[in-house]
Nanobody
Framework: QVQMVESGGGSVQAGGSLRLSCAAS????????IGWFRQAPGKEREGVAS???????YYADSVKGRFTISRDNAKNTLYLQLNNLKPEDTAMYYC??????????????????WGQGTQVTVSS
């Protein structure tokens, strides 16, 4: 079955960096669109970035120029490099596999098979 396991979260000060990883299994990783989402306390889950099998990349406006999504097909692993972190980036970060629609449309209804998440906390 499809499994997504995130890691790499932590606590950093504003301006710092982190790299998140998502180990995937149970599907044809190299062919599929995969995305990163985040959810802050009291807020809805929102799309951060996605990457197609081509690969084309897509980003939310709030993270463009600061975050970079990438994939290693040999390792079945998705990455998210987070640079110049801000306190508003504090959230639980999830990876998920695309299930329908357009890969670049970063809405939760287009993705499924969510991991358990990894916490990112940015202090000012």
């Amino acid at each position: 079955q499809v499994q997504m396991v995130e890691s790499g979260g932590g606590s950093v000060q504003a301006g710092g960096s982190l790299r998140l990883s998502c180990a995937a299994s149970g599907f044809n990783f190299r062919m599929d669109c995969i995305g990163w989402f985040r959810q802050a306390p009291g807020k809805e889950r929102e799309g951060v970035a996605s990457i197609s099998g081509t690969p084309n990349t897509y980003y939310a406006d709030s993270v463009k120029g600061r975050f970079t999504i990438s994939r290693d097909n040999a390792k079945n692993t998705l990455y998210l490099q987070l640079n110049n972190l801000k306190p508003e980036d504090t959230a639980m970060y999830y990876c998920a596999k695309w299930t329908r629609g357009y890969c670049g449309t970063l809405v939760t209804s287009n993705f499924g098979y969510w991991g358990q998440g990894t916490q990112v906390t940015v202090s000012s």
